[in-house]
């Protein structure tokens, strides 16, 4: 089992180094061997799914001794770093996820053909990375790999990207730079904090640990709120919110069909991830006081996203600005603390289950998207909404799933994007009724821009732009890639439980201890008053 | 037995879904264009669908005894004490699917409503989303509407969708830039498999048994009619329609969604029944919102009516539990003022969906889908959702909200029958006499007919399904001529559309023969709804004087839509033909067309028959909510705040015995209204006593009036439409100047301090490290002439820097 682990990290790897061997000219073979990997590396992930236990809330496997791990193993002993690896049911459903578009985004990858050994091999790092993101549970392994994560990217942005692709490789990376740098400073902040709490006064990274001293009302509000502005900055500049998004767009649309798909199927997910995973449990005073900013600004970038991507002309461009407007639903699931004397907290762990679907939803539908753009791309060369049209009469089949795919990007019922953003909008209004209202205005906004693209890509009497020729309908692989997409949206839309069951008692759990966090931080607040006044009084 | 029902709906509403994944994942598209299959599936589906309703409603009938159909007192005469005698309360303690039978103690089994779950979406610790069904006897009347309908239209499409069978399609609308005509294969099996997915969604929302899964049947109805108007994707025309009708129903969606969270929030369910979860049983949002007297129970919570929401968890369990969490939960209660949100929210949907003022402008433009859509989609089934959704909803409404819903709908009604007289297109006509005619179906729900309104919902889904593939008819023997103008005295050429047509155009009227034979009015079903409408308009105005415009407006409309209707008519079918090439070419329809039209003209005679005390009427009283038979009393808020029992209400309800005391003097009145109008239309298009173009050319300035649609359009481009689009652009130019503008500048300034950084490193600390090298280089070098390699040289150096070394020891350290 904790060999398990490993393996889904470093099969990419081994398959990257495997890549090292072939000739630069076996194209082909390469690619096989490339996707062979990423299907493994997805079948290890199910693996993930037969010893889990729906109904524990802990990070499972468990090791004996109440360690709750998968793994432990010691890496940097002197200064308290371990190899800690695990899952529950908040990071299964990622690492589901990650390793579901890792694949579907191979296929799609058969149209690069430039360097394709690199590509290849910066895709399969690419892919370690980001699966060691959702399985570490120690906070400098953690940052490791979101670093790992980073250079393949802007390396395949950078190399095999369109016309601005510096630009925007640089642009993505010093945005992500920015964020790991405040991420590192918090990280160091609970580190020393931490050596206070734990039992031999040796500091710690592991997250499980900083987590329980947060519960037990550890680390004193003041600093639990800077750490809190700083990890959250640097989430949201992964997710992105407004006005931390700007690098999106640029990234999009110069990267290529299949990173665009990582992009926005995973990368943006690490944001909201760290978010639940990190800055919450451990800082959840700051995290109650901050509540209120954070759903603001997630309401307000629904808003601001929808607008901007209905201003749009360039396709790519538009998806991107949705996938604004879309993660900014996650950032208000998370974030609707409340505590209603009538519902608990179930309004909230309503709201967190909320954001974890609208981010897996999020996942299939803007990599739906995004490559039923590529598609396109791919045989006329241009992204102008303008001179599109008429392409439901060229292109049937391919225009029937994009509107599928569209649709869910929509919100529509009974596709995957409707769940995550209607049980975000219903438990909002438990937090805050306005800021409930602003978010559910997304849905008339959406609306008209999906639907005023369908109008200009799809339909109409003709189509306008340039290689009409080259319109051809799609390929094999192709509608295997986009029908997958597809059958998951419909199915997620239409058995949301089979993604709830999953998340259900973590994040109850999750929703209990932050609650029982913050009130020991604030019964601990108290106390310290008390005995100030007491002090000065005397 | 009972289960049995719900089992057999569900059947009839899976059944479609089954029939779309065939018809477009069934490869029809592969081989030939003129495949008929695809159709005869569609077909099958939806009959069988009837035919199952029909089977749970005959389950539904014997398992209560027929009790429904069972000899009652007049209704005027209904003693207020039954209506006690509601779903609500026992609905609430006992069983979800459990149904008493009929026995003498528990007559009214039939009032009960069947609910339950089907699967669970999701739980969080107490709440749960789940798909549900609820089945009473409305539920049971809309499924046999709607599939019975759906069946008659599926077969005329067979008919109608026929030129659609060809691997050639030309579409004369559609235009290429070089100015052709577009070619395209047939698209048959789609446009089946739109209708079967639109029949799932609309047959979904009917059986739904929470608000949240209506919701979710209400867009996918949406997202149908979308693709259903856009289903000739090659027009502008009709896929700007589409789009329009999506985004302004979301308009109303947003309200509803707003609604819905309110709900979700104060109620902490969505179940109309009662909802189980896990082991618990509790009671629905009816049940929680209302009292057995259907009322609500309104209390003064510091100074502000909160209305108290019975039976909650903690109540059901042990009310006076020492529990002092559980005494928290048992008082559940939602502020007045939220209740009313949450009603407006709701009806924002309805308003949305059912075209009412002020989101009715997509309806007509609607009219760009095929013929058998707009029958079926956009008058029949799928607009009348809103109408549905308020008498379903109709617990929730506060006396407020439905005070605003009926002035919704009187402005509607009248507004869209002004419209209705100039409109020329033939199916204009009936699209804007649908929206006024819904606006007639809410006015009498929202003035306490509740029964009235659907009961006219009922009637005029048969009535205008049927003038609706009447025109369908016309535009396919005319060859897609939809302009009456160019029309006239098509009854020679088609007799049975004509005289089916004439059927509609007499019971959406509302004439009827004034006298009764064998204790039965003449008339046909539009007679008796409207009268009903009317007549409960004319009691809520003996008890609201104030609100006298709420029963002036529909009398004078009825009026004009007889006026209207009669004009369509005389214009098509009567007096000389205009138009002679189009006259000529003018055909009778096929038997595949004109037989659905004689099936619907039955049911649109004679669905209502027997009037108030006819099996439909008496289908849908079953349902009526609790305490809408015993009215209210106004209340004047400065006497008496927050009243005791009765509801806090600044209008009065009229009592059924009160509706039933006027309804003879309103129905005089209705006819009166019906007959001048159809007589000013037959002197004015039959006999022309006067010229219609005169007319258009005294009142110039109202017709344009009219014929702008009273500057909606125009109004919502420029208040909306545009603004949006140019706050997109400023966003997205803040976007690209502004936060990519700051960040640019960090950028350069960071390049511009780095090339200063790269002048210092360069010119001073280079600098100074080059001089230092520099330096020794050129001392080193100018030393070179001194490295000559001579012997003697060497020694004279060494001797020369001994004596100098001596002459500065004595300089400086002499002895």
Redesign the interface.
């Known amino acids: 089992m904790a060999l398990l682990l490993s393996a889904i990290i470093f099969a990419p790897t081994i398959g990257a180094i495997l890549l090292l061997f072939f000739d630069r000219k076996a194209i082909e073979p390469m690619r096989y061997t490339a996707l062979a990997v990423t299907v493994v590396t997805f079948l290890l992930s199910l693996g993930l799914l037969v010893p889990f236990d729906t109904a524990m809330p802990d990070i499972q496997p468990n090791g004996e001794g109440g360690i709750q791990a998968g793994i432990v193993v010691e890496w940097i002993p002197d200064w308290e770093i371990f190899y800690r690896l695990g899952y529950d049911g908040i990071s299964l459903p990622l690492i589901l996820l990650t390793s579901f578009i890792s694949l579907l985004a191979m296929l799609a990858s058969w149209n690069i053909t430039k360097q394709v050994r690199g590509y290849l091999i910066l895709f399969l790092l690419l892919e370690t990375g980001m699966l060691g993101v959702f399985l570490a549970l120690d906070f400098f392994l953690f940052y490791v790999f979101w670093e790992v994560m980073l250079l393949p990217m802007y390396f395949l942005i950078g190399i095999w990207g369109g016309p601005r692709k510096e630009y925007a490789a640089i642009k993505f990376f010093l945005y992500t730079l920015a964020g790991s740098i405040l991420m590192l400073i918090a990280m160091l902040m609970f580190y020393f904090g931490s050596a206070s709490y734990t039992p031999g006064g040796h500091p710690t990274f592991n997250l499980l640990q900083l987590g329980e001293i947060a519960r037990e009302g550890g680390f004193d509000p003041g600093m639990q709120l800077a750490a809190f502005i700083l990890l959250f900055i640097g989430f949201a500049i992964k997710i992105p919110t407004f006005p931390f998004h700007t690098w999106l767009p640029d990234a999009h649309v110069e990267a290529p069909t299949p990173i665009s798909m990582i992009l926005a199927g995973v990368l943006l997910k690490m944001g909201g991830y760290g978010i639940i995973r990190i800055a919450f449990p451990l800082c959840p005073h700051g995290a109650y006081v901050a509540a209120w900013a954070l759903v603001a600004i997630g309401a307000f970038s629904i808003i601001y996203g929808a607008f901007a991507a209905m201003a749009q002309t360039d396709f790519k461009r538009l998806v991107a600005y949705s996938s604004v407007s879309h993660m900014g639903y996650v950032l208000v699931g998370i974030a609707v603390w409340q505590i209603h004397e009538l519902g608990g907290t179930d309004y909230w762990q309503m709201g967190m289950m909320g954001a974890m679907f609208q981010m897996i939803a999020h996942g299939i539908s803007s990599a739906g998207m995004f490559f039923m753009v590529g598609v396109v791309y791919d045989r006329v060369h241009h992204r102008d909404l303008n001179r599109f049209g008429g392409l439901a009469g060229l292109m049937p089949l391919y225009s029937g799933l994009a509107a599928g795919i569209f649709f869910a990007g929509l919100g529509l019922p009974g596709l995957c994007g409707f769940i995550g953003e209607v049980f975000v909008v219903l438990s909002a209004w438990n937090y805050s009724p306005a800021l409930a209202i602003v978010a559910a205005g997304g849905v008339i906004l959406t609306a008209g821009y999906i639907l005023w693209t369908l109008q200009r890509v799809y339909l109409g009497a003709e189509y306008k732009g340039p290689h009409p020729e080259a319109l051809t309908p799609m390929v094999g692989r192709e509608i295997f890639v986009a029908g997958v997409l597809l059958v998951f949206a419909i199915v997620l839309g239409v058995f949301p439980f089979l993604m709830f069951d999953l998340m259900d008692a973590s994040t109850a759990q999750l929703v209990q201890s932050l609650e029982q966090g913050y009130q020991a931080a604030e019964a601990k607040a108290a106390d310290v008053a008390a005995v100030l006044k007491e002090r000065l009084l005397r | 037995m009972l289960d049995w029902i719900w089992i057999l709906l569900t059947a009839a509403w899976l059944l479609p879904l089954l029939g779309f994944a065939v018809e477009v994942f069934g490869g029809y ?1 592969q081989q030939s264009r003129r495949d008929r299959t695809p159709a005869l599936i569609a077909v099958a589906c939806i009959g069988a669908g009837f035919v199952l309703s029909v089977a749970a409603f005959i389950i539904w009938g014997s398992e209560t005894h027929w009790g429904v159909f069972a000899a009652e007192p007049e209704h005027g005469d209904v003693p207020a004490q039954q209506a006690v005698e509601d779903t609500t309360r026992e609905a609430a303690a006992e069983d979800a699917s459990e149904l008493q039978p009929a026995d003498a103690g528990q007559q009214h089994s039939y009032r009960k409503a069947i609910s339950g779950t089907i ?9 749960k ?1 789940s798909i549900d069904y609820y089945v009473d006897s409305l539920t049971l009347v809309m499924f046999m509407m709607v599939t019975l309908i759906a069946t008659c239209i599926h077969i005329f499409a067979l008919g109608y969708m026929s030129d659609e069978l060809t691997d050639e399609y030309v579409d004369h609308q ?4 070089g100015g052709d005509h ?1 070619h ?1 294969p047939g698209r048959y099996y789609l446009f089946f498999s739109y209708m079967s997915l639109f029949c799932f969604s609309m047959l979904g929302l009917v059986l739904a048994g929470n608000i949240f899964q209506v ?3 209400w ?2 109805v949406g ?1 149908c009619s ?1 693709l259903l108007i ?1 289903f000739y ?4 025309s009709a ?2 329609a ?2 329009k009708a ?2 302004m129903n ?2 109303g ?2 309200g509803f ?2 609604g ?3 709900i ?2 104060y109620f ?1 369910t969505f179940s109309l029944g009662p909802e189980t979860i896990g082991d618990e049983t509790r009671p629905g949002i009816f049940a929680m919102v209302r009292n057995a007297e259907g009322g609500l129970d309104i209390r003064n919570e510091s100074g502000s009516p909160v209305v108290h929401l019975n039976g909650s968890v903690a109540e059901a369990d042990d009310a006076g539990a020492a529990d002092g969490e559980a005494a ?2 048992a008082e ?1 209660t939602i502020p007045y003022w939220l209740l009313v949100v949450a009603g407006l929210g709701v009806f924002a949907g309805c308003i949305g969906k059912s075209a009412q003022f002020p989101l009715q402008t997509w309806l007509p433009d609607a009219m760009e889908g095929p013929t058998p859509v707009s029958a079926l989609v956009h008058s029949a089934t799928m607009v009348a959702a809103g109408v549905y959704l308020a008498g379903r909803f109709y617990p929730v409404f506060t006396p407020d909200v439905l005070l605003v819903m009926s002035y919704v709908g009187c402005i509607t009604l009248f507004l869209a029958a002004t419209i209705a007289v100039v409109a020329t297109d033939i199916k204009r006509v009936l699209a804007y006499s649908t929206i006024s005619q819904l606006g007639y179906m809410m006015l009498g729900i929202g003035v306490a007919g509740w029964a009235a309104g659907l009961f006219h919902l009922i009637t005029h889904a048969f009535f205008k399904s049927l003038m609706f593939l009447c025109s369908g008819s016309v535009i396919i023997g005319c060859h897609h001529e939809q302009e009456m103008p160019r029309m006239g005295g098509l009854r020679r050429k088609m007799p049975i559309t004509a005289y089916t047509m004439l059927v509609g155009v007499i019971a959406i009227s509302g004439l009827a023969i004034p006298f009764t034979i064998l204790g039965m009015k003449l008339a046909f079903s539009g007679y008796h709804s409207k009268d009903a409408i009317v007549a409960t308009a004319l009691a809520f105005n003996y008890k609201n004087p104030v609100h006298f415009l709420l029963f002036l407006v529909p009398l004078v409309t009825a009026g004009i839509t007889a006026f209207y209707m009669f004009r369509l008519w005389f214009y098509t079918f009567c007096g000389e033909p205009r138009d002679r090439h189009i006259y000529d070419h003018a055909h009778e329809s096929p038997r595949v067309m004109t037989l659905p039209l004689i099936v619907l003209a039955v049911f649109a005679a004679g669905v209502a028959v027997g009037g108030e005390g006819g099996p439909l009427y008496r289908m849908l009283l079953a349902s009526e909510p609790a305490g809408v038979d015993v009215g209210s009393e106004a209340i004047d808020p400065t006497v008496a705040f927050i009243p005791e029992d009765v509801g806090y209400a600044l209008v009065g309800q009229p009592a059924r015995a009160e509706i039933h005391s006027v309804h003879a003097q309103a129905g005089a009145f209705a006819l009166i209204a019906a007959a001048a109008g159809a007589v000013l239309a037959f002197l004015l298009y039959v006999v022309r006593v006067v010229d219609p173009g005169e007319i258009k050319r005294q009142v110039g300035g109202l017709y344009r009036f009219l014929i702008e649609k009273w500057h909606f359009d125009t109004l919502y481009d420029v208040a909306f439409v545009r603004p ?2 140019r ?3 400023a ?2 130019w803040f ?1 690209r100047v502004v ?2 503008g700051i ?1 640019h500048w960090f ?1 350069n300034t960071s390049v511009r301090i780095a090339s200063w950084d790269r002048k210092v490193d360069e010119g001073l600390v280079d600098g100074l490290v080059n001089l230092v090298g520099n330096v020794t280089f050129r001392v080193g070098r100018s030393l070179r002439a001194v490295q000559t390699g001579q012997l003697r040289q060497y020694i004279m150096f060494i001797a020369l820097g001994v004596l100098s070394l001596f002459v500065l020891q004595f300089i400086f350290f002499p002895r």
């Not at chain 2, 994707?233 to 502008?236: G, K, L, P, S, T």
């Open positions: 598209w699967y669970t979406l999701a739980r969080f610790g107490d709440l989303l559609a235009h290429t830039a577009v395209r919701f979710i049947f867009e996918l997202i979308y856009g994707v090659e027009r502008h896929s700007t589409a789009n999506f985004i979301r308009v969606d947003f969604l707003i819905l969270m309110v979700w929030t902490g928290v939960t559940r949006v689009h706050v997109a652009a966003l997205a976007d936060i990519d960040l950028a």
